[in-house]
C-alpha cells in the first residue's frame, strides 16, 4: 500500500444516506442491509450530517432517547473533513490522533466520499498495479 | 472551456494507405477551428520507417496548434520507437494546461499489434496521476483502445492489461482517456471516464465503408465534457457527459429483487477445486433467500461425466430457482453434450416485470468465447420487444475488461456484443470469467463479473467470492461476500430506473 498516493484512490466515493427526518431505527436497518459503520445524512443533494454506528450507541442508546428519534438530532453537524487529494499517510495520521474510524473526504468544498478502516484493509489488499510485464 | 482536437492513425508514408488529401483537410480544418491543442493518438507512420518517420515530421509540422504525439504500433515496427524519439519527440510525457493535464503513455509491444502499459509505464503513470491529483481535468492518452469497440470485426489488441488500466483510471478520477488503433471513432461513458476513441484521420483502411474523421473534445467550465466525431464528410455525431458529485444513495423502499451470481466452481476431483469452499457458500446463499441463483459458468473444471454427475450433487442442494449458463470449461470433450443433459437448455427466466436472458457464449475447447451474428440480432431483437421490462443478461464472457486478467480477446466480437448491450438498454449484465469480481456501469448498463466460487486458480485477492445483487425501486446494489468467510464488501452500486 503506497501511503503517499492521495486518498481519493482508496476512499468509498458512493456514499449511502439518509435524510434528516428518517428514524434512527431505519438508518441502523440500512447499516445492517449494506454491512457499513457510518451513514452521511442528506438534503437537497448535499451531506448536512454524518453519524456513525458508535455514534448511535453514544447519543441514541446510552441516553435513552427512543429509536425513532429523527437522524438530524443525533447526528454531527460540523464536519470535518480532508482533502480528496491528502496523502493517505496524512489522513491515517489524523485517523490515528483523532482514534476515529471514518474520515469524511471532500473536494472544492462538497463531501465526496469517506474513508474508513475497512477501506484500509481494501487498500493493503487490493494493490494497484500490473502484473501483466515488467516493462 | 477548452477544446482539443483528437487526431489518430495517420499512417503517413508514400504508398497507397496515406490519404494525403484528407490528412490536409483536417488540419486545415484545425488550423482554422479554435482549438488550444491537438493529441495525435498514434500510428503516425504506417511501417515506422525512416522515410515515413522524415514525411511525417514534415506533415505533424503542418499542424499550428500545440501538439501531443504517441506512438501507435505501426510506428514502433522496425525498430520504429528509435526514430520516433529522434525525429518526433519523447514516447511518454506529461502536457499540463489551466485545470488539466494531458498524461501520454506509450502502450506498443514493438512487432505486434497488441498493446500493453506494463509494469514501469504503469507506475509512471501512476506516479504522474498522484502528482496531477488536484487537476480538474486529467487526460490519459494512449494508443490502443481499452474497451471493446464495435463495428471492428474480430475484437483483439485491447491492452492486456486493460483491466488494471481501468481500474487506475476510475480511481483516479481520471476524466477522459483518449486513444485510436481500431480505427472507428467511439465514445463510451465507463462511470465517469469517458473512452474517447478517434477513428482515422487519414488511412485508407476504414471499417464498414466509413470515412476519415478526427474527434473535438470540449472541457466545459461545469466540468461537463463533451466529444464529438466530425467525419470529412461534415457529419457530426455528438456525446456529453457530466460527472455527478458526489455520488449519494439514499436507499428507499422495499428490495424487489434478490440475485446471487456466482462463477467457476470448477467441480473435479483436482486438488484446485475447494468442495468444503463451496459446501460452505452454497449454506450461505440459501440462507440469503435469493429469489434467482445464476451461475455464470465453468461449473465442472472439464466436460466429463463423473465431474457433472458431482456437480449436479451441489446444484440440487441450492434452493429456489436457478440459471445456469456453460463456460468454456463445461463445454470440453462430452461437455456440450452433458451441459445439457445434466443442466437443460439455458431459458429465459421472469420474474414479474424482470426478464433474465441467458447467453451462450462459449466455444468448443477454446477459452475464447462468441455471440456471433445471429446471436447478437436475436439478443437485440430480445432486449427491444422487451423494452418496458427490466431486462438482465447472462453469459459466461467478459464484455469489459477485467482487473488482473489478462484481455486476449476472451470473447472475440466482445465489442459488437457490448454496444447491443448498451443500445439496447440491458438494465444488467452479469459475466463470469476472468477469476475476479468486478463491477463497473458502461454508459446506462451495470456489468457484474463474478469472480470464482471454489477454484484456487483465481485472480480475486479476497479469495474466492459469490455476488449477491439487491435490485431496489432506483438502484442496483452489489455485495462480493467471501465464500470462506461470509464477510460482504460493497462492490457497486447503480442508480437505476424504475423495474
Redesign the interface.
Known amino acids: 500500500m503506497e501511503t ?3 486518498v ?2 482508496y476512499m ?8 434528516p427526518d428518517d428514524t434512527v431505527k431505519k438508518a441502523c436497518g ?1 447499516m445492517v ?4 459503520g457510518s451513514l ?1 445524512v ?1 438534503e437537497d ?1 448535499k ?1 448536512v450530517g454524518f453519524f456513525t454506528k458508535s455514534d448511535i450507541i453514544r447519543r441514541v442508546v446510552i441516553p435513552g432517547l427512543p429509536n425513532d428519534t429523527p437522524v438530524k438530532e443525533i447526528m454531527t453537524k460540523d464536519l470535518v473533513a480532508v482533502d ?2 491528502a496523502p493517505l499517510r496524512e489522513v491515517l495520521d489524523l485517523m490515528a490522533k483523532k482514534s476515529i474510524k471514518h474520515m469524511l473526504i471532500e ?1 472544492n468544498g ?4 469517506v474513508f474508513s478502516l ?1 477501506d484500509l484493509l ?1 487498500a493493503s ?11 | 472551456m477548452l477544446r482539443i482536437a483528437h487526431i489518430s492513425d495517420t499512417h503517413i508514408t508514400g504508398g497507397e494507405a496515406y490519404k494525403s488529401y484528407a490528412y490536409d483537410l483536417i488540419v486545415n480544418e484545425i488550423n482554422r477551428g479554435s482549438f488550444d491543442f491537438v493529441i495525435h493518438t498514434g500510428d503516425i507512420t504506417n511501417q515506422g520507417l525512416r522515410e515515413e518517420y522524415e514525411r511525417a515530421s514534415y506533415e505533424l509540422k503542418k499542424i499550428q496548434k500545440p501538439l501531443i504525439v504517441l506512438p501507435g504500433n505501426h510506428d514502433v515496427r522496425n525498430v520504429g520507437y528509435e526514430l520516433f524519439e529522434e525525429l518526433i519527440g519523447p514516447r511518454n510525457g506529461v502536457f499540463e494546461f489551466k485545470d488539466g493535464v494531458v498524461i501520454w503513455v506509450d502502450s506498443t509491444i514493438p512487432d505486434l499489434s497488441d498493446g ?8 509512471w503513470l ?1 506516479e504522474r496521476l ?1 502528482e496531477h ?2 487537476r480538474r481535468f486529467k487526460i490519459v492518452a494512449a494508443h490502443h483502445h481499452l474497451v471493446p469497440l464495435p463495428n471492428t470485426g474480430r475484437e483483439r489488441n485491447v491492452l ?2 486493460a483491466g ?2 481501468l ?2 483510471l476510475i ?3 481520471v476524466a477522459l482517456y483518449t486513444c485510436g488503433h481500431k480505427h472507428v471513432p467511439n465514445v463510451y461513458r465507463v462511470e465517469d471516464l469517458i473512452v474517447d476513441n478517434a477513428g482515422c484521420t487519414s488511412c485508407r483502411k476504414t471499417r464498414r465503408g466509413d470515412v476519415n474523421s478526427y474527434n473535438i473534445i470540449t472541457l466545459h467550465d461545469d466540468g461537463r465534457i463533451g466529444v464529438k466525431i466530425r467525419r470529412v464528410t461534415g457529419d457530426e455525431a455528438r456525446k456529453e457527459h457530466r460527472p455527478i ?7 428507499s423502499g422495499r428490495r424487489l429483487l434478490r440475485i446471487v451470481q456466482m462463477s467457476e466452481s470448477n467441480v473435479s476431483d483436482r486438488i484446485y477445486f475447494r468442495r468444503r469452499v463451496l459446501e460452505n457458500a452454497i449454506r450461505m446463499i440459501n440462507h440469503l433467500k435469493p429469489d434467482l441463483v445464476v451461475h455464470n459458468g465453468d461449473v465442472v473444471d472439464m466436460g466429463i461425466e463423473r465431474y457433472y454427475e458431482k456437480a449436479i450433487g451441489f446444484y440440487r442442494r441450492v434452493k429456489g430457482r436457478k440459471l445456469v449458463v456453460p463456460g468454456h470449461n463445461d463445454i470440453t470433450y462430452l461437455g456440450h453434450d452433458l451441459f445439457t443433459e445434466y443442466f437443460g437448455e439455458p431459458r429465459e427466466v421472469e420474474m414479474g416485470n424482470f426478464l433474465v436472458i441467458p447467453v451462450v457464449s462459449a466455444q468448443y475447447e477454446t477459452p475464447i468465447g462468441v455471440v456471433g451474428r445471429m446471436g447478437q440480432k436475436k439478443l437485440a431483437e430480445k432486449l427491444k420487444e422487451n423494452e418496458d421490462k427490466f431486462k438482465i443478461v447472462v453469459l459466461h464472457h467478459n464484455i469489459v475488461p477485467i482487473p ?1 486478467s ?1 484481455e486476449l480477446g476472451f470473447l472475440e466480437d466482445g465489442g459488437d456484443v457490448l454496444h447491443v448491450l448498451t443500445k439496447g438498454g440491458a438494465d444488467l449484465v452479469l459475466t463470469g470469467h476472468g477469476g475476479n469480481a468486478f463491477g463497473v456501469k458502461v454508459e446506462d448498463t451495470p456489468i457484474v463479473n463474478a469472480g470464482s466460487v471454489s477454484w484456487e486458480l483465481h485472480r480475486n ?2 479469495g474466492n467470492s459469490f455476488n449477491v445483487i439487491d435490485i431496489y425501486r432506483d438502484m442496483i ?1 452489489v ?1 462480493e461476500v467471501q465464500a470462506t468467510w461470509g464477510s ?3 462492490l ?2 447503480w442508480k437505476v430506473k424504475r423495474p
Not at chain 1, 442491509?33 to 457499513?36: G, L, V
Not at chain 2, 500493453?116 to 507506475?123: A, N, Q, S
Open positions: 503517499k498516493a492521495p481519493r484512490i468509498t466515493r458512493k456514499l449511502i444516506g439518509v435524510s440500512i442491509d449494506f454491512d457499513i452521511v442528506v443533494g451531506v480528496v487529494n473536494e462538497e463531501i465526496v466520499g475497512t481494501t489488499r487490493r494493490k494497484l498495479e500490473t502484473a501483466i510485464a515488467a516493462e | 500493453r502499459i506494463g509494469g514501469r509505464k504503469f507506475r501512476k498522484e491529483s488536484d492486456f492489461n488494471d488500466v481500474d487506475l480511481r483516479h478520477d458529485r458526489p455520488k449519494i444513495f439514499v436507499p488482473r489478462r485477492p479476497f446494489v455485495f460482504g464488501r460493497l457497486g452500486i
